[in-house]
């Protein structure tokens, strides 16, 4: 329930301590967040390893020789699959770095792992020919 302008002092203005707790949650999540956003995600697959940051973007793709067999389709599966390794290994990062943070089983800490698992449940597909 989001509390409206006039409810935030229903129950009388916040105490010294309420407001110290509140000022200090802040603080670890501005502190949270900065932590995060320096995380990088890595992954590899059959010759193909894939680094990603936080904010979603591919930093650093390298194929080797040995990933090109087989043809186009199936390096691209390789590149496809160790990009989602890397964003996996990022979405523990960031799990683990919240439950350290906020507490396991918190509200916050819960509220982390529902958004990790939501932005990073998938793996992009290979389209055919027909498909682009």
């Given at each position: ?7 935030l ?76 390794a ?38 992009g ?8």
């Open positions: 329930m989001n509390a409206q302008p006039d409810d002092y229903a129950n009388g203005a916040p105490t010294d301590f309420e407001l110290d707790r509140l000022v200090s949650r802040a603080r670890d999540a501005f502190r949270w967040r900065a932590q995060v956003d320096e995380f990088v995600g890595f992954g590899a697959l059959e010759g193909v390893t894939a680094r990603v940051r936080t904010q979603g973007g591919l930093i650093d793709l390298k194929v080797d020789d040995e990933a090109c067999a087989n043809g186009g389709e199936a390096v691209a599966g390789r590149i496809l699959s160790a990009i989602a890397a964003q996996q290994h990022l979405s523990e990062q960031i799990r683990e770095s919240g439950r350290q943070t906020f507490g396991e089983g918190s509200d916050w800490s819960q509220t982390i792992e529902e958004a990790a698992s939501a932005r990073f449940s998938g793996r597909s290979v389209l055919g020919a027909d498909d682009s």
